[in-house]
Each structure stands twice: as C-alpha cells, then as structure tokens.
C-alpha cells in the first residue's frame, strides 16, 4: 500500500514555450513522483480534450489554468487516501469524476498528467524501475527496448507548412541495439544537414528537431533523405528504412473533399493520394506510412490497407486517436495494420496500455509516439519498454526534450535482460513481429 498524501499540480513550459501541466504526488510514506503532459500541433479532431484557457491576452489564449486549478482541487480531493498501486482504479476514477467521454470538464491535461505521476509514485514506492512497473500493468512477461523511428525531414504543421508531408523519419533496421540505433539515425541526420548546407537549403530545426529544406514534392523529400543515408555511408534498406508521416488530416479540404498540396497547387482525391503514396512504396525504401489519408476517410483507408497492407505497416494516427473504439472500428473494418500510441490523446495510463493489448491481439503494431510540444519527461521510453510495443518515435535527436526520452532509453538498455525489437520481422510481417 502506497497511499497519496498530495497531489499538486502546476503551470511549466513545453518545447514550443506554451504552458503545460504537471503534477506532484506525495505519498505518506514521504516518496514523490513527477509527470508532465505533452501537447500536438497536428491533432485529431477526435482526440481527448486538453483544456485550455481561451483567454486570448494570456498565453494567446493557450493558459492551462483552469486544469492546473482541477488538478489541486476536485482531482487532489478524490485522490486523497488512494492508493497509487491500484492504477486502474485511480484512472476510472478520474474519469468518472470528469463525467464526460473526452476529458472535456477537467481536462485531459489535468487528467493525463496525474495518471502518469500515480504510476511513477507506485514505481518509486515499490523500488521498481519505471518500465518494471508498466509491464505489470500491462501483463507483459518480457519487456523490450523498441525500435525507433527519428524525424530527419519535418514539414507540415511543425515546420510552417514548408513541406506538405509533415515527417520523413529514418529507421536503423541494421541495429542490434539502441545505442546503435540512436548512432545511425544521428548520423543520417547530419549527413541530411550537410546536404542541405552544401545545396543552400534551409538548416534551421522544425518543432522536433527534424531539418527542413521546403522539398516541394514528397519524391523530392524522399530522394533527399535517400540520399542523406547514403552519404552517410549506410544503405537504404538494409542499414536504414524510411518511415513517413503523410498527417493527411492537415492536408484534407474538407469543402472540396480533397488534398490539397499548397506546395505543388495540386487538389489529390483519395484515389489519387493511394497512387501517390503507393508509387513512392515502389521506388523508395518505405516501411511504413502514418496517416497517409483523412482522420474520417475510412473507405479510402479500407482500400489502401487491401493494396499495401500486406507489404508495409499502415499506421493510424489521426485516425486511432489512441482510442479503444476507434481502434476496434479499424481493426473490424480491416483498416490499416498499426496504431500511433499517445498517452494525452487516450487521456489516463490505463486507457493507453488497453490500446495497446487491443492492437497487439489484433496484430496491429503499436508504435510509442511523443507530441510535436514535449517536455524533458522520459516517461515515454519507459512506457516503450514496459509495454514491449516494439516501436517508438519521439522526434530527432536534435533538441533536449527528445533526447531526454533517447538518453533515458539508452540507460534502460543497461538491464542486461532485455532484448532489443529488431525491425524487419517487425515491419513486414501482419503479426506485429510476435
Ligand atoms: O503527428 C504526429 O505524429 C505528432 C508527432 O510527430 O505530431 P503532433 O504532436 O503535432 O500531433
Ligand atoms: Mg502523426
């Protein structure tokens, strides 16, 4: 029994500047524990709600200040006296005490950030490190180090739409560890930032660190990033595979009922995205795509899932928003063939972990994501590992709230009982590498 003592929660800053929250619990028995909630630029519309002030001559409206209020009043309340062991029960609580099915009264902010900080106080409490403590939670027998994927080429929202496609993300599929992992990637993100100085392209960092030159076409970008691993003495393919991140919800028009790519002028429908993304899988070494159509474009996805499902991992994001029921309304309908896992769009631990049990029975790959706005939280690499998803993507390893989740992964690796998730089976097959 670890029982909560306080819980007080406060008003910090995210990467982008923004004010976010965080919390404090304190048990009883004097130990404490820490977590703070990150925040999307590119969010989907059926995502938890994060509550924000809307008082547009504070923060530009942007203040968390009624949730941090949350925090130390209705949530400190009912909190009180709990046990911080019993995760499951602490997590229907909020919820119920919330009342509403997306976390719109108190906020999935308060909500989210007191979740993660229970989990964290029972992992202290109990002398577990913060990934022993998740793979209980989540029954997992053998937790593993996950395979990432690391923002090289950013556009979209996070870069001021200087590219349509908002990610191009390397993926070290020839490392046998995350150390290893971590030097690939580093390495073909400077090879790419060398590339872009000798051809004049811009070098300055996107909100995750990742570089971007304003490729105009998704080709362009790719043939960049090609490039980019080659000249870092590596191979396309074997050594490094690329993942993109189309966030097709920003792209979608949705009184014209199309794409737009303002980069080209061009309006794309559905079929014509399918064959945009489906030709860059023939020339490119692709092994997954996020989000490469519409949050609600379900019949679009049910027909690319049937043309690439089978040769690379379809990832929903936007379109899952780590969301049982969305989730399972993918896996029945058979669109895609994985699930972008973020802790504040689900809104509690319990929720998120439920996720993913969900997707890996159904075969679906979990990938552990961050937000485009982080904090030096590490909670995520832990998460990764406990939960054994396999997969994580937390931006470039440019920026210190990114390598505060790559650092705290590479410390994990010094358990020397834990396997490191090897990518191609991974990838390829419709098991989720299982
Ligand atoms: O789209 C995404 O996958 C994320 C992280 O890259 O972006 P955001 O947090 O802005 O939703
Ligand atoms: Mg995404």
Redesign the pocket.
């Known amino acids: 029994m670890s029982i909560i003592r306080t819980v007080h929660g406060r008003q910090i800053f995210d990467s982008r500047g923004r004010p976010t929250v965080e919390v404090d619990i304190i048990l009883e028995n004097g130990a404490s524990a820490r977590a703070s909630v990150p925040s999307?630029?590119?969010?989907g519309t059926h995502e938890a709600h994060e509550l924000r002030d809307g008082d547009a001559s504070v923060f530009d409206g942007l203040g968390v200040t009624s949730a941090v209020e949350h925090v130390n009043g209705e949530i400190a309340a009912a909190l009180h006296g709990h046990d911080v062991d019993d995760q499951r029960a602490i997590d229907e609580r909020l919820r119920n005490l919330d009342g509403t099915s997306t976390l719109s009264r108190l906020g999935a902010n308060a909500v989210l950030g007191t979740s993660l900080a229970v989990c964290r106080a029972s992992a202290v409490a109990s002398g577990l490190p913060l990934y022993r403590r998740i793979a209980q939670l989540a029954g997992v027998d053998e937790p593993v180090l996950p395979m990432p994927m690391v923002n090289i080429l950013s556009g979209g929202?996070?870069a001021g739409r200087g590219m349509d496609v908002?990610?191009f993300l390397a993926v070290p599929v020839a490392a046998t560890s995350a150390l290893e992992a971590i030097q690939l990637t580093s390495r073909v993100r400077a090879a790419a930032a060398g590339l872009c100085a000798e051809r004049g392209l811009p070098t300055l960092l996107a909100d995750?660190g990742g570089l971007s030159p304003g490729c105009r076409t998704g080709e362009e970008a790719l043939e960049l990033i090609t490039e980019s691993i080659l000249a870092a003495g590596l191979q396309p393919g074997t050594d490094i595979a690329i993942a993109i991140?189309v966030?097709a919800a920003s792209l979608y028009d949705s009184e014209a009922g199309d794409y737009h790519l303002r980069r080209q002028e061009r309006h794309l429908s559905t079929a014509e995205m399918i064959d945009m993304v489906s030709s860059w899988v023939d020339r490119f070494a692709i092994v997954s795509i996020?989000d490469p159509l519409d949050e609600d474009d379900w019949a679009g996805w049910q027909t690319l899932t049937k043309r690439l499902g089978h040769r690379i991992r379809l990832i929903g994001?936007d379109l899952f928003t780590t969301n049982s029921e969305r989730l399972a309304r993918g896996i029945s309908q058979g669109v895609a063939n994985g699930v972008?896992v973020k802790v504040n769009q689900n809104g509690t631990l319990t929720g998120t972990l439920d996720v993913v049990a969900e997707a890996r029975a159904a075969g679906y790959a979990p990938v552990v994501?961050?937000?485009?706005?982080e904090t030096e939280d590490d909670f995520l690499a832990d998460l990764a590992v406990g939960t054994a998803a396999g997969q994580i993507?937390i931006?470039s390893v440019r920026n210190s709230e990114r390598l505060a989740k790559y650092n705290q992964l590479v410390r994990i690796a010094e358990d020397p009982t834990l396997g490191f998730r090897n990518l191609p089976a991974l990838a390829l097959t419709a098991d989720g590498g299982r």
């Not at 994501?369 to 706005?373: C, D, F, L």
């Open positions: 999307g630029a590119s969010t929202l996070h908002q990610d995750e991140d966030a996020e994001d972008l994501s961050a937000r485009s706005g993507k931006g």
